[in-house]
């Protein structure tokens, strides 16, 4: 799909229709971001202005940029923030009390007087009185005027960055790694110990179905307290009166001399 | 006047000098020998001085004052000081009464202080006195007087001082000093106003300086003053006069020989020798003869009421000197006979005050006259040296008051017009006064009846003190006579203070007028004195019933209610109020510094709370900042 | 339409990450802001580069994605390390560098 041809075409029209659709969405989600008690419920709400915001790059004549914000972004960034969440808590929620005095006040008008002078300023220049779109700079293709630059004039910042990546990596193992507690004991460690409390038989336990006299259908399972479990057998079954009674195959106590033979 | 040079000056000080230094040093292992390296070194001072004396007949009229070069003392820019001394016509006077006195009254102290464990500290101070009184006088430029000022002052606190276990005394010393402190004001000022008009302190300097006109009238005048307040200080004249009755606390050789005979004399000195000064400053002059006048009234007030012999003796002393600064007041014609009476005071006073401190050692120490009475039976020597100072003091002719205070009254009389005749009047009444008093310590002291307490036990004094008692009324015979005859004195002094060999101008008075009247004044007062306490008897303790001049009189004329009045209380107050405010706004505001930067920090650490959560606001409004600052500034 | 609209609306996501950093006490939702405003700064990269008509402002942006991702993955260490020792994800709770 030429995405170029498209955003060129329907420029004025369809650009702004999409524009006024996803803005309010985009800050509608970050407000909810902003307000809501859940961490998980802000996290969901970030992955909603990710994908708003490639969808503007998109509409901005940089598919590239649009996708790369989807897989990266939304998908790799929050997917870790998501994870952490998990680590540190699904349900960790923050109270709505505010513990620092003047903090929500002063924090409310200092993030509106810099959102409001921003915008004061941005508009006091002559930013948007020259438009030159990127028809020329996308020329043979978005994709490929990026690559040119980053491996033509940017390749320097590119390894760099390359580099940053790679030091990120480690730095994460490193920060992320715990050493444990106490030593795991090994198999040899776990079978002494087993061996020394006498809890349990040696051997192990048997396995299922090792005392298992009789496996027909027709027999109910036990519960635990000894009655009859009448899910164990088909109800069929039980309405033609074909149950055996488990008490048939009751186990007999026999003398250890017995035992021994068997 | 030309000026020779000498080697030999300087041992006149520095023999008493280093005795003292090695009598302090020494210790108590010099305490049996303490005594007579002090005298011997006095002695030294005075055979030195006689050579001297010697050295200067030798020379002619108009070149006798030499002086020795010692070292450069003060070499700061444009003011250099050297430390020279100056021995003239002037000056040999002075040296030769102190050290002749000094050296008889040495001798009086080793059997006077025979039983004080601290006899040779005594003498060790007594030889400081006199090597500091020696530089006063013999100091060439008005600040090696300074230094010299301020050693006899130094001299005399502690001697005053001297049994400083009894706090009185040491409280009397303090007094003696701060007193003298205040008058010394006067002397830094002469010497700062001498540098700013002339360019030097020297006596020479400040002269040539005067002749050449360099100085203004108001400037000369307000120098003259200053040098007066130096020497009302130091002389103890009104009004600063109140130190003197106290400082008779120290043994009686100090009041002898420091305040009778030579340093209240000081200030007779520094205005003799600041003549130049005082001749061309007519207000100042006028000054002098005013506080001269009203002193000598004032102690001869305070005498009248004294029983503490010592303390009369004391007025007496404040009063002569009067006398002697209104000579000095009276001009070239009065500097003279100023000396003239110096140096007989010297003689009949300091005589006066062995023989008191000879009564004193025979009464046990008593100092009461109300307990004396009929000791010239007993001390017959003592008697006889003291009788003749009380007749050379009221002036009886021949005696040598009888010269040098007549000459004063005739000076008085002839300085012209009403100032002459109430300056004449009130030495003549001084003279009457005078008469009196004195005649009433010798009536209670040595004639009447016994008044002795149980333990007395009055005798003559060992042969110690009594030899120099007769050397002294030897003088106090002789002196008077030996100096005014043909005007030796006079014209000795004369290339000194006298330089135009002034006349007398103006003869109110005949002389024989004058003395006819001096005499007539003394036998007034002689005839009053004797119809109270020669036919009466003395009542043994000051009767109460007395009018309020003598009253008045006995707490020595208020002197010391008036400076606790005027000076002390507001200065104590003033001390507690700048000690307030020191205390409470200096270091009010210093502290306060402290304190408001502790309650500034104490402040900005509340910023620090720790939550990352403030931080990150702080830094958006600085960016909320920053950003409005952008959107000002391209507005 | 004017291209201007994606600038306002990048910075009233910045504004709005900026709100949320001061506000959110749970440190991995001030993360989550943190990345909402990177996001709002690519967004006005991407449109500058558009009015520009050059395709730096894409790469910036491109970069700024690569260099968020690796401060999520150590900015998320950081904090799984300190709720590991802390057992809790509160940023308030870190304020022990205090007067």
């Known amino acids: 799909m030429n995405f170029a041809a498209i955003v060129q075409d329907q420029s004025s029209q369809a650009e702004a229709v999409l524009f006024y659709l996803l803005a309010p969405i985009t800050v509608l989600s970050a407000v909810g971001m902003l307000l809501v008690k859940k961490a998980v419920h802000s996290a969901l709400l970030l992955a909603a202005v990710m994908i708003s915001l490639a969808i503007f790059y998109i509409l901005n004549e940089a598919p590239f940029l649009g996708i790369v914000q989807i897989i990266v972004y939304t998908g790799a960034v929050m997917m870790l923030f998501l994870f952490i969440l998990m680590l540190v808590g699904v349900d960790s929620a923050d109270s709505l009390v505010e513990t620092i005095k003047g903090q929500r006040i002063l924090g409310i008008i200092a993030a509106v007087g810099v959102g409001g002078l921003l915008i004061a300023l941005v508009s006091r220049g002559n930013l948007g009185h020259r438009f030159f779109g990127l028809e020329m700079a996308n020329g043979e293709g978005n994709v490929q005027g990026i690559a040119k630059l980053i491996f033509g004039q940017y390749v320097w910042p590119f390894e760099v960055v390359s580099a940053l990546l790679i030091t990120a990596a480690l730095g994460a193992m490193v920060l992320a790694h715990r050493e444990p507690d106490s030593d795991k004991k090994d198999q040899r460690a776990l079978s002494e110990d087993r061996v020394r409390q006498n809890s349990q038989p040696v051997a192990g336990l048997p396995g299922p179905g090792t005392f298992a006299r009789h496996n027909a259908v027709d027999i109910p399972a036990l519960l635990p307290d000894g009655t009859a479990a009448d899910l164990s057998v088909s109800d069929v079954i039980a309405a033609r009166g074909h149950l055996a009674k488990p008490g048939d195959f009751k186990f007999i106590e026999t003398s250890d001399d017995d035992r021994e033979g068997n | 006047m030309s000026l020779g040079t000498s080697d030999t000056l300087v041992y006149l000080i520095a023999i008493p000098l280093f005795s003292s230094a090695f009598l302090l040093l020494g210790?108590?292992?010099?305490?049996?020998?303490?005594?007579?390296?002090?005298?011997?070194?006095?002695?030294?001072?005075?055979?030195?001085?006689?050579?001297?004396?010697?050295?200067?007949?030798?020379?002619?009229?108009?070149?006798?004052?030499?002086?020795?070069?010692?070292?450069?003392?003060?070499?700061?820019?444009?003011?250099?000081?050297?430390?020279?001394?100056?021995?003239?016509?002037?000056?040999?006077?002075?040296?030769?009464?102190?050290?002749?006195?000094?050296?008889?009254?040495?001798?009086?102290?080793?059997?006077?202080?025979?039983?004080?464990?601290?006899?040779?500290?005594?003498?060790?101070?007594?030889?400081?006195?006199?090597?500091?009184?020696?530089?006063?006088?013999?100091?060439?430029?008005?600040?090696?007087?300074?230094?010299?000022?301020?050693?006899?002052?130094?001299?005399?606190?502690?001697?005053?001082?001297?049994?400083?276990?009894?706090?009185?005394?040491?409280?009397?010393?303090?007094?003696?000093?701060?007193?003298?402190?205040?008058?010394?004001?006067?002397?830094?000022?002469?010497?700062?106003?001498?540098?700013?008009?002339?360019?030097?302190?020297?006596?020479?300097?400040?002269?040539?300086?005067?002749?050449?006109?360099?100085?203004?009238?108001?400037?000369?005048?307000?120098?003259?003053?200053?040098?007066?307040?130096?020497?009302?200080?130091?002389?103890a004249q009104f009004p600063l006069q109140a130190w003197l009755g106290d400082a008779m606390a120290g043994p009686t050789p100090v009041s002898a020989l420091i305040h009778a005979a030579t340093m209240v004399t000081a200030g007779v000195y520094l205005i003799s020798r600041s003549n130049f000064v005082f001749d061309n400053a007519p207000t100042a002059q006028l000054l002098v003869v005013i506080v001269g006048a009203v002193t000598l009234l004032f102690g001869a007030v305070i005498g009248m009421a004294k029983d503490d012999i010592k303390k009369a003796l004391a007025a007496s002393t404040m009063s002569q000197i009067g006398y002697m600064i209104l000579a000095t007041g009276l001009g070239p014609a009065g500097y003279a006979f100023a000396m003239m009476h110096l140096l007989t005071h010297g003689f009949f006073k300091a005589g006066m005050f062995l023989g008191a401190g000879s009564v004193m050692h025979g009464m046990n120490d008593e100092v009461d006259m109300r307990k004396y009475g009929a000791l010239r039976k007993v001390m017959p020597i003592t008697f006889a040296t003291f009788g003749l100072g009380y007749l050379a003091i009221i002036g009886i002719p021949p005696f040598a008051g009888f010269y040098s205070k007549d000459k004063i009254i005739e000076t008085a009389f002839n300085a012209g017009g009403s100032k002459g005749i109430i300056l004449g009047c009130v030495t003549l009444l001084g003279a009457a006064i005078t008469a009196f008093y004195m005649t009433r310590v010798m009536l209670m002291t040595f004639f009447g009846t016994k008044r002795w307490d149980s333990a007395a036990h009055p005798h003559e004094s060992p042969w110690l003190m009594t030899v120099p008692m007769i050397f002294l009324a030897i003088g106090s015979i002789t002196a008077g006579f030996i100096f005014s005859n043909g005007d030796r004195l006079k014209n000795f002094l004369a290339p000194v203070v006298d330089k135009e060999h002034h006349e007398h101008e103006t003869e109110l008075l005949a002389p024989i007028v004058v003395t006819g009247l001096a005499m007539f004044a003394v036998a007034i007062g002689i005839s009053i004195a004797f119809a109270k306490y020669g036919r009466k008897t003395i009542p043994a303790s000051a009767p109460t019933d007395v009018t309020v001049w003598t009253k008045v009189a006995r707490r020595d004329l208020l002197q010391d209610d008036f400076n606790e009045s005027v000076f002390m209380r507001p200065g104590q107050s003033l001390t507690r109020v700048l000690a307030f405010l020191d205390k409470r706004v200096v270091d009010g505001a210093v502290s306060g510094v402290g304190a408001m930067t502790l309650r500034l920090a104490g402040d900005l650490r509340k910023t620090q709370t720790g939550y990352v959560r403030s931080y990150a606001l702080l830094i958006l409004l600085g960016t909320v900042a920053i950003l409005t600052a952008i959107l000002v500034v391209t507005l | 339409m004017n291209p201007m609209n994606y600038i306002y609306l990048s910075c009233i996501l910045f504004s709005l990450g900026a709100a949320g950093v001061l506000l959110r006490r749970n440190a991995i939702v001030v993360f989550m802001c943190i990345e909402l405003m990177l996001n709002a700064a690519n967004l006005a990269f991407v449109t500058f580069s558009r009015m520009n008509g050059t395709l730096d402002g894409q790469i910036v942006a491109f970069f700024t994605m690569v260099v968020a991702a690796c401060e999520v993955v150590v900015g998320l260490a950081i904090i799984v390390t300190i709720y590991r020792s802390r057992r809790s994800a509160s940023v308030d709770d870190a304020r022990l560098l205090r007067l």
């Open chain 2, 27 to 235: 210790g108590r292992a010099l305490d049996r020998v303490g005594h007579l390296i002090g005298t011997a070194a006095s002695a030294s001072s005075f055979v030195v001085a006689l050579i001297e004396l010697n050295k200067m007949f030798a020379r002619d009229a108009e070149s006798r004052g030499v002086t020795q070069h010692l070292f450069t003392w003060i070499n700061v820019g444009s003011f250099q000081v050297d430390a020279t001394l100056l021995l003239d016509q002037l000056s040999i006077c002075f040296v030769l009464l102190i050290t002749g006195v000094g050296t008889l009254i040495h001798i009086y102290s080793i059997s006077y202080m025979a039983h004080d464990i601290d006899r040779r500290r005594f003498f060790a101070f007594l030889n400081l006195f006199i090597a500091a009184m020696l530089l006063l006088v013999l100091g060439n430029s008005y600040l090696n007087l300074y230094v010299g000022w301020e050693g006899v002052g130094l001299a005399s606190y502690l001697l005053i001082g001297f049994w400083n276990q009894k706090p009185t005394y040491a409280t009397a010393a303090k007094k003696a000093f701060v007193a003298n402190r205040v008058g010394d004001v006067g002397l830094s000022l002469a010497v700062m106003i001498a540098f700013v008009q002339f360019g030097s302190v020297t006596f020479d300097g400040v002269a040539k300086g005067i002749a050449a006109g360099s100085a203004s009238s108001t400037a000369l005048n307000a120098m003259g003053a200053a040098i007066l307040l130096a020497a009302v200080g130091k002389s």
